[in-house]
């Protein structure tokens, strides 16, 4: 039987970087997949006869620029698409508002609908890049461990001082404000447009089962900002859609002799005294290593492959009491034809776009999960794919691909079925048609992912997109648990990388750079 150094568990983004940044150190590495394709959440697939889009992520908000250099990806080795408008929003009454690249433009687009807002932009903008540059810094960091914490702990914190010296203590003082903000109270600092706050307040939920009278939407508005220098809704696409990236890190990881096994689910992690030593399969293989390294969600992680009995019964409460709450759900439409969106020329819709028209919309929405049930105006962002990559389309014709937000896995009255989908699909449709007239008569066929079908597809505990709610009290030091949130488990030689691990989610490779270099400290 061939022993490996490290076997990671999982091909996701954090699991692909993990392996090439290990098997550039030296390591032999295994990567074992569940699935008959890598890529986990960056998938892309022909979803109709001739047509593709990605099942999860339409754009990138981020990528950690440390990991492109890290594994010397060039910018012809992955092909950014970078439209000047980032994101349309669209209101009531056919009003929109574009947000561009260019801090100028946007601001004539929003002085459209106010012009004392237009007068702002620029200097919010300023603000959000301020206070963006102490989370980079920040989350260049393992966090320490709170018991722990002493002069060389102190000191590997030390290049947070930089945006200080920058920026001066104010600068810090202003993060320290806005990370447990509630997105209302950051509008009500800057902006009176009901549009554009409703479409400011909404990234701050993003990927979340929060409303915006959230403690901490602040801190995720910040999140999906980082290296973004000040654009706002800094949405960037893939050409080839994002299983490009994957497929990018996985020839990386090859060119670095490191091996793959898919269609290979995981039943166990192999422990010997607290000393992890390898993986069994479903089919009754085994494998040897000498460390593990697990890309899936803390829960499947521990309790499903470590197993129950085998954890601290501290342990097993910090773990049991993560909160997942998926409320996510995706859904393609295959359409006849292009829609007619407020006159919005075809030129300009390779982007990204939100149907929220205020705060109140996304609260009324966020209200669903409260009682579990959909909403019957639900948050929808949205892009067509077909335009962004028109080799997506085979003929001519197009695809909608759309986010629904408050969609919860935790249905009071029923379960998630063929029905389920069905109401949901309903929702959507009537939605869209009210900003998009005709839209129904262009629908030729459906694709669906309830969060449960996203749980069943890839593994991901409640359909959570980020491995765990991105909360205050599941936010550095404390996330996945306050004892695992260096990387490291309870268990010898197994470690964290997925989205569940500090920063946070997205496809931007962070966690998988800092797990690594915890990694090969030992």
């Not at 993003?206 to 220098?229: C, E, I, K, M």
């Not at 069994?280 to 293989?285: A, P, S, T």
């Not at 029905?419 to 030729?444: D, S």
């Amino acid at each position: 039987m061939k022993h490996y150094d490290v076997i990671v568990i999982g091909s996701g983004i954090n699991s692909l970087s993990s392996a090439a940044l290990l098997g550039k150190a030296g390591k032999s590495v295994l990567v074992v997949e569940a699935r008959n394709n890598i890529g986990g959440m960056a998938s892309t697939i022909e979803f109709f006869p001739g047509y593709k889009c990605n099942i999860i992520n339409d754009s990138i908000k981020w990528i950690n620029p440390k990991l492109l250099q890290e594994l010397n990806i060039k910018s012809e080795d992955l092909q950014i698409i970078k439209p000047k408008i980032t994101h349309i929003a669209l209101g009531e009454n056919n009003e929109y508002i574009y947000f561009h690249r260019d801090a100028k433009e946007t601001a004539n687009s929003i002085k459209n609908l106010s012009e004392k807002d237009a007068n702002h932009w620029k200097d919010f903008t300023l603000y959000v890049k301020k206070l963006t540059e102490f989370l980079e810094r920040l989350y260049q960091n393992t966090p320490p461990r709170l018991p722990d914490i002493g002069i060389l702990e102190t000191l590997s914190m030390r290049n947070i001082l930089n945006p200080i010296i920058k920026h001066g203590t104010q600068g810090i003082v202003d993060l320290l404000r806005v990370v447990p903000m509630m997105m209302p109270e950051m509008m009500d600092e800057w902006f009176e447009n009901s549009l554009l706050r409703g479409t400011l307040s909404s990234i701050g939920v993003h990927h979340s089962s929060l409303g915006p009278f959230a403690a901490s939407t602040g801190y995720n508005f910040l999140h999906q900002h980082l290296y973004s220098n000040g654009v706002i809704h800094p949405n960037t696409f893939i050409k080839g859609g994002t299983f490009e990236f994957a497929k990018l890190l996985q020839n990386i990881a090859e060119s670095y002799n490191v091996e793959f096994k898919i269609n290979a689910k995981v039943k166990s992690i192999k422990l010997d005294n607290e000393f992890c030593k390898g993986i069994m399969l479903e089919n009754g293989d085994e494998i040897n290593s000498n460390i593990v390294v697990s890309g899936v969600d803390p829960k499947n992680t521990f309790i499903n492959l470590v197993g129950s009995p085998n954890l601290n019964p501290n342990f097993h409460t910090q773990v049991r009491n993560i909160k997942y709450r998926g409320s996510i759900a995706r859904m393609h439409f295959l359409l006849k034809d292009l829609p007619n969106i407020h006159n919005i020329p075809n030129e300009n819709m390779d982007t990204m776009f939100s149907i929220c028209p205020d705060i109140e919309y996304l609260e009324r929405a966020s209200d669903s999960m409260k009682y579990g049930c959909l909403a019957n105006n639900p948050f929808l962002s949205f892009c067509f794919p077909t335009i962004i990559n028109p080799d997506f389309s085979s003929d001519g014709k197009h695809i909608l691909s759309s986010t629904i937000q408050y969609a919860p896995y935790h249905l009071r009255k029923e379960q998630w079925s063929s029905e389920t989908n069905e109401a949901l699909k309903q929702t959507v449709t009537k939605t869209l048609e009210k900003y998009i007239p005709g839209f129904n008569r262009l629908i030729e066929s459906c694709a669906i992912y309830s969060p449960k079908d996203l749980e069943n597809e890839f593994g991901i505990s409640e359909g959570n997109l980020n491995h765990g709610e991105m909360t205050l009290d599941q936010f550095m030091f404390m996330r996945p648990t306050i004892s695992t949130a260096q990387y490291k488990t309870p268990f010898n030689n197994l470690y964290l990388c997925g989205p569940g691990t500090h920063p946070g989610g997205g496809l931007h490779g962070t966690n998988a750079l800092n797990s690594v270099k915890e990694i090969l400290k030992n």
